[in-house]
């Protein structure tokens, strides 16, 4: 039997905006110019006030490691905590419950506004007693910083799915309530969960104010604790950290990308997930 | 195309558990009668069904017309079990199905919009249903490849949905609700996104296909032409009842009301005077017998008549003008002003035509054949058709 070849379909809407990349107006350039000094020179000053040999040292001081692993335990542990009870929240309000939408936007959105002393006293309030003296009790606190960032970007990966045709499709097809989460939606909101532990990821690691009010010496609290000290030190900690962060970030983001191209599921980006094809129905 | 006789045939039935002995290949389940009984469903104030009762033989492929808005989804989601109703039962095979979930119904459902799951290949999508009946992996991915042969898409399997246009992904879908072997096949308007060319292709290979499998099915639509070129019977819904279930021919040439007259085909009302007793009616300058069964009371009332129905002749001193003219290949379609009040649209033989350019004056006459009647109605009644 002669095989036959598929030639892969061509992609119309991914080829000229390609082009049209290339090809960026002079006023965007400028524009791109200025924001990039902005950011890049006080990092270039950053480097320069460092040195190199600061780089070297700051493994070798006391409390690096211990720092650094508590901010990544807390990272993971956010992220993992955030996602289990935002997605499945999100996707019961879209389905059942389409009218809470708006409220629960309103609710994500407090965390943002309210300072976050109050967040520590209330979460004090109710955490169990076991926890106190832990450092889940922070990891409690960056969920509820978290939860604006992570209802955005699941809220947005659902209104690009129609999950409620998904499901009755699921549905008719014999699957259950786990077939269809686990098999259906959870695949689909890859990409969309992917952005929610992009931003938990940065917003862990470079939370302050909460940690050094608790006490806790994360990343961040251990690198300024050190601006008094040792500043050259400290900065070199800082770009580190950035880079580091940078690095992480970045792939995370390419990974996700580079998946969701293949099933059509658009872009893993910071702010929000941006489908490649459009939507239909609803 | 080169197919074999495996796939000529229709596919093999799939049984819950694997390792059966592989059925005939003729052996497509049979299709389920399916009874709506005095079905009602409100969502507050508005009454989406009220009442609405229909039998479906088994095999039977029967349409669902009517107007946005008429309760069509809703009907069809009441089968499906996504919607519970208030009143009334659904019977499969004689069994109510009321307090069946969805899952357990054993029903394929096509949807209007696109529902393919995107993280999945054509051919997972179609094996979906197998995999949640517990079909081994093997005998699950062959039965799916037959499906998807089936409805002519063998060579993109192992496509995403998004790289499948909307009449490729229908046709997948098609597919997938087909898999299960469904009791009952659900439609909802399968057809509405995609482009009319596309639209005629698809909607002849899903009655094909329906025939070939025997499965009974329920197809929604707001097109008259889709129902009446497809089902077996069409059922024409107004205000979440059925108005009229009839075979097309019989729809289209003895509708039981004014509104299923004027929803399905093109209708003319022509002004007329009703006998007492009901029987006979003068219109035009003649008298013919009326069908019974109508609603209107002796005195004023309308005569429905199709296009073909009317004839036209030039005459100069005849009761019409002709106010526009379209030709459509072997029969033009003449607008014509009967006594300067009533509009009407009659087909005519093209070569006829010629002698009615606009501004002409005609002759219009009723057939000699028996024609409807309605109550008369005021020309600011007219019902603005989907
Ligand atoms: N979930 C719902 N909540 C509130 N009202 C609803 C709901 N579903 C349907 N309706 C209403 O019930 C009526 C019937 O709706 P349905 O979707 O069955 O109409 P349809 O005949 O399918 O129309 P269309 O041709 O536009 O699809 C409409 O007035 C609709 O607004
Ligand atoms: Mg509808």
């Keep these: 039997m002669a095989a036959v070849t598929q030639a892969p379909p061509a992609r119309p809407a991914s080829a000229p905006a390609r082009a049209r990349r290339g090809r960026l107006p002079a006023w965007r350039w400028a524009i791109l110019a200025v924001a990039g000094i902005y950011f890049l020179l006080p990092l270039y000053a950053a480097l320069r006030f460092a040195g190199i040999k600061a780089y070297g040292s700051v493994f070798s001081r006391t409390g690096f490691t211990d720092a650094l692993w508590l901010s990544v335990r807390l990272a993971i542990v956010t992220t993992l905590i955030t996602l289990a009870l935002m997605v499945p929240t999100t996707v019961y309000v879209h389905l059942r419950l389409p009218r809470l939408r708006r409220l629960l936007e309103g609710i994500t959105i407090l965390p943002i506004v309210i300072p976050p002393v109050v967040l520590i006293v209330g979460v004090l309030q109710v955490a169990p007693g076991s926890l106190k003296a832990t450092p889940w009790l922070l990891a409690l606190e960056y969920v509820i910083l978290a939860m604006p960032f992570a209802y955005r970007a699941i809220d947005t990966g659902l209104r690009a799915l129609d999950v409620k045709t998904l499901t009755e499709a699921a549905g008719s097809l014999g699957a259950g309530w786990g077939a269809t989460l686990w098999r259906v939606i959870l695949p689909n909101l890859r990409t969309a969960m992917l952005s929610a532990t992009v931003l938990i990821i940065a917003l862990v690691l470079g939370e302050f104010t909460m940690a050094s009010l608790d006490l806790y010496e994360t990343f961040p609290v251990w690198i300024v604790q050190f601006d ?55 | 195309m080169a197919t074999d006789a495996t796939h000529d045939a229709a596919p093999a039935r799939i049984s819950g558990a694997a390792g059966q002995s592989p059925a005939p290949a003729a052996g497509a389940r049979e299709g389920a009668a399916v009874s709506l009984r005095g079905l009602s469903r409100s969502f507050g104030q508005v009454r989406a069904l009220d009442g609405m009762s229909l039998d479906i033989a088994p095999g039977e492929l029967v349409a669902l017309l009517g107007p946005s808005g008429c309760g069509k989804t809703t009907a069809l989601r009441i089968v499906a079990g996504f919607e519970a109703a208030d009143a009334g039962q659904v019977l499969i095979s ?41 079909v081994g992996g093997e005998r699950r991915k062959q039965r799916a490849a037959e499906l998807l042969e089936l409805v002519g898409l063998a060579a993109q399997a192992r496509q995403h949905p998004h790289q499948l246009s909307g009449g490729q992904q229908q046709r997948v879908a098609l597919a997938r609700a087909l898999a299960i072997e469904p009791r009952v096949l659900l439609l909802d308007e399968p057809l509405s996104a995609l482009d009319a060319q596309v639209r005629v292709q698809l909607r002849e290979q899903i009655r094909a296909l329906q025939q070939r499998l025997g499965t009974t099915t329920l197809f929604v639509t707001h097109d008259q032409e889709e129902a009446l070129s497809m089902a077996d019977r069409v059922g024409v819904m ?80 005849g009761n019409a003008i002709v106010t526009a003219r379209t030709f459509r290949g072997a029969v033009t379609r003449v607008t014509v002003l009967i006594s300067g009040q009533a509009e009407a649209r009659i087909d005519v033989p093209s070569a006829e035509a010629a002698a009615m350019p606009p501004g002409a004056t005609v002759q219009v006459t009723l057939p000699a054949a028996p024609v409807l ?11 603005a058709l989907a």
């Design chain 2, 94 to 134: 004689g069994k109510d199905v009321s307090g069946i979930p969805a899952a357990r119904r054993d029903m394929g459902m096509v949807f209007q919009s696109y529902s393919l799951f995107p993280n999945m290949t054509a051919l997972d999508n179609v094996a979906f249903g197998l995999r949640m009946r517990k």
């Design chain 1, 228 to 282: 008094q000290t040792d500043a050259a030190t400290s900065v070199a900690a800082s770009l580190g950290a950035l880079f580091v962060t940078w690095i992480v970030l970045m792939l995370i983001t390419w990974a996700g990308t580079r998946q969701a191209r293949r099933t059509g599921g658009g872009e893993v980006t910071l702010f929000t997930v941006a489908r490649t094809d459009t939507p239909t129905g609803s």
């Design chain 2, 238 to 317: 107004r205000a979440g009842r059925l108005e009229q279930v009839a075979e097309p021919p019989v729809l289209y040439s003895r509708p039981a009301t004014a509104f299923v007259a004027e929803f399905v085909g093109t209708m003319n009302r022509v002004p007329g005077e009703l006998a007492a007793g009901g029987a006979r009616v003068t219109a035009l300058g003649a008298t013919v017998a009326a069908h019974d069964g109508h609603e209107a009371a002796p005195g004023p009332v309308d005569v429905l008549v199709r296009p073909e129905g009317l004839s036209v002749t030039a005459a100069g001193d």
């Design chain 2, 373 to 383: 009647v309605a109550p008369r109605r005021a020309a600011s009644d007219a019902p």
